[in-house]
């Protein structure tokens, strides 16, 4: 397949991993002492394709596996962000809340909309959608990260139905007491 222009032409514009929700100051944690992984790729390796997004693939979240969280841990939270989007800001691929940290992980398409999960709920990403949103990276625009970040809360989250990832990140400051990270990549050359 030939290159694509527009890709090629944006290659070094990235929204940059300093932008990533990882890196607020406000949302550091005292801990980090729980870790994340998924059956279906390594940290650093590429995601299957089986979990590409919907346009071109099968928009199967991938499963997800943590180790227990500290004592004291009320919900988890999950971002997913691709940093190397040409954009200003990363890109949000999955916005969850509510996730019982007692299940040490979710299932394959747990990210689904609706979850299989019960008490998972889904924040609104930029276009209106809720649930995984799969790696769709501009052909041609090089390799991507997507950062799954794993946030452990002491108190459970009050958000509205139709919340925001603002919203979310309001209603954690000051309750973060752990987190855990992923990272996979994705191309399409």
């Known amino acids: 397949m030939p ?5 090629r032409a944006l ?21 980090e002492d729980f870790a994340l992984t998924s059956p279906a790729f390594d940290h650093g390796a590429p995601i299957p394709e089986r979990h590409r997004g919907r346009i071109f693939g099968p928009n199967i979240s991938p499963a997800l596996v943590w180790t227990t969280p500290p004592a004291g841990t009320m919900e988890l939270a999950l971002i997913v962000q691709d940093p190397d989007v040409p954009l200003p800001t990363p890109a949000t691929h999955a916005l969850a809340v509510g996730i019982d940290p007692s299940l040490g992980g979710l299932p394959e398409n747990g990210l689904a909309s609706p979850s299989p999960v019960e008490g998972l709920r889904h924040g609104k990403g930029r276009l209106g959608r809720r649930g995984w949103a799969g790696p ?13 970040q794993l946030f452990a809360l002491d108190s459970r989250l009050e958000l509205p139905e139709a919340f925001t990832l603002d919203d979310a990140l309001r209603a954690m400051t000051g309750h973060v007491i752990a987190r855990a990270r992923l990272d996979g990549t994705y191309e399409i050359r």
């Open 3 to 7: 290159a694509n222009p527009l890709g």
């Open 11 to 31: 290659r070094h514009w990235r929204a940059g991993h300093d932008k990533l929700v990882w890196e607020r100051p406000d949302l550091q944690a005292p801990t």
């Open 136 to 148: 769709m990276p501009v052909p041609s625009h090089g390799p991507h990260s997507y950062v799954f």
